[in-house]
Structure formats: C-alpha cells, structure tokens
C-alpha cells in the first residue's frame, strides 16, 4: 500500500475522528478481513499459509497488507525462524489478548442482531 499524504484529506479526516478513543481502536481493528485475522490467532500462533488456508477469500497480498497493518500497529507479533526455507510465525500480542472478550461479546451481539433482523424479514412477508 501507498503511503498517504499528511495533508490529504483521509489523513486529516482520520486524525479528527480518532480523537475519540472508541472511534480509535475501531480505526485500528476495522475493515473486513483484520478482526477475523485476529480471532483466527486467538488460540496461538500460526503460519502464514494457516490463516491463509483459515480464512476464505482472502487473498495472499490483502492477506500479507493487513498482517502488517496488525503488527505496524502492535496487535500482531511475526517472528522469523531463521531456517531454511524460512518460517513465519504470526501470534496476538498481549494488548490483542485483551480483546478477545470483547470480541466475543460483539460476536454474541452480532449473533442477536442478525436473528433480529432475519425475524423482521420474515415476518414482514
């Protein structure tokens, strides 16, 4: 990925919208494929080809950005196993440890707001 101008307007945007703490950590787990990367390493670490193979859809490259995004911003941990061929290993860091519950917690709502919608669907025809 690119690096983005200082002065450009996602930049800017950006930093008047993590003001909020919540908004913040939001920034930094969003999107489509970086929480799922994180619940696949919640019981420990893995290889690249791992997560890979766990999560459908996910291409190699977006898969190799949004690691590096997680670990630039301290939630993932790579490890280089100096071997030949070479190994990478990828785990939570402690301060992703701390979002697990949180993330479960989301999930069971999520579960709830789904069936929510799906009963409103349903009873709407």
Known sequence: ???RK??????????YITECDLSYAIC???GRWKLLILC??????????EIRNSIKGITERML???LRELEKAGLVKRTVHAEVPPRVDYELTEIAGELIPIWK???????????L????LLSDH
């Open 1 to 3: 990925m690119g690096k």
């Open 6 to 15: 200082e002065n450009s307007t996602n930049s800017i945007n950006e930093q």
């Open 28 to 30: 930094k787990i969003g």
């Open 40 to 49: 696949k390493l919640e019981h420990g670490k893995l290889r690249f080809s």
């Open 64 to 66: 190799t950005l949004q």
């Open 105 to 115: 917690q989301l999930s069971d709502w999520g579960k709830k707001h789904k069936n």
């Open 117 to 120: 919608i799906q009963e409103d």
